[in-house]
């Protein structure tokens, strides 16, 4: 079955620590991959997002993800994370060819002092 | 930067009730989505629209949910009878081809 998993429903890190935030996918072939961060009572902001090529891609606001086939993996990373980095992150796949996301149950991140 | 908006921010009924949500896509993107997302749980595909019509629908979207593209700007969710299980918050999301820009959601209350 087609799933998206993020194991980590809640993590809490230091500000000025390293934060990865784990995504595993099941699909047929490589999908889209996708990373959105939301903020209490906001929509969905895009982090950055994986097509084709380079397996490691730059985001917004410091965030960077790494894609890895053999384990169907796209973990998000950050070096040093900020208070401001205190949201939802959602992870999200797009099927090859579809133009639907389908996310995973996301990541609540609490970064304290 | 171009953003899609979404109003109302926040819309209580009584169970029974047709609500109405409407969302304004990015001007020039031409595939359209609504998302829902119930309290504590994950983001769900609703449905998608093309060129006037469904592309693509859930298993969610059942025969109570209709949408609409009523003229060359707006994009609407109908829910015809809302039940207590419709509460939720609904995002709307539109793109040219990928990714997607969601908007900031209403959340809809039925009590």
């Known amino acids: 079955a087609q799933s998206v998993t993020q194991p980590d429903i809640h993590i809490t890190v230091s500000e000025g620590a390293s934060l990865e935030l784990r995504c595993n996918y099941s699909?047929?072939?490589?999908?889209?991959l996708f990373w959105y961060v939301q903020s209490p009572g906001q929509g969905l902001q895009l982090l950055l997002k994986y097509f084709s090529g380079d397996t490691l891609v730059q985001g917004i606001k410091g965030f960077e993800a790494e894609f890895k086939r053999s384990q169907s993996s796209f973990n998000l990373r950050k070096p040093s994370v900020h208070w401001s980095d205190a949201a939802e992150y959602f992870c999200?796949?797009?099927?090859?060819?579809?133009?639907?996301?389908?996310f995973g149950t996301g990541t609540r991140l609490t970064v304290i002092p | 930067e171009p953003e899609v908006t979404q109003t109302p921010s926040h819309q209580v009924t009584q169970m029974g009730q047709e609500v109405i949500l409407r969302c304004v896509p990015i001007?020039?993107?031409?595939?359209f989505y609504w998302y829902r997302q119930i309290l504590g749980q994950k983001v769900e595909f609703l449905v998608s629209f093309y060129n006037n019509e469904i592309s693509e629908k859930s298993e969610i979207f059942d025969d109570q949910f209709s949408v609409e593209r009523p003229d060359g700007s707006n994009f609407t969710l109908k829910i015809r009878s809302t039940k207590l299980e419709d509460s939720a918050m609904y995002f709307c999301a539109s793109s040219d081809t990928s990714p997607l820009h969601f908007g900031n959601g209403t959340r809809l209350t039925v009590t």
């Open positions: 699909y047929g072939a490589t999908p889209y």
């Open positions: 999200a796949v797009a099927p090859t060819g579809a133009n639907n996301l389908f």
């Open positions: 001007s020039n993107h031409l595939y």
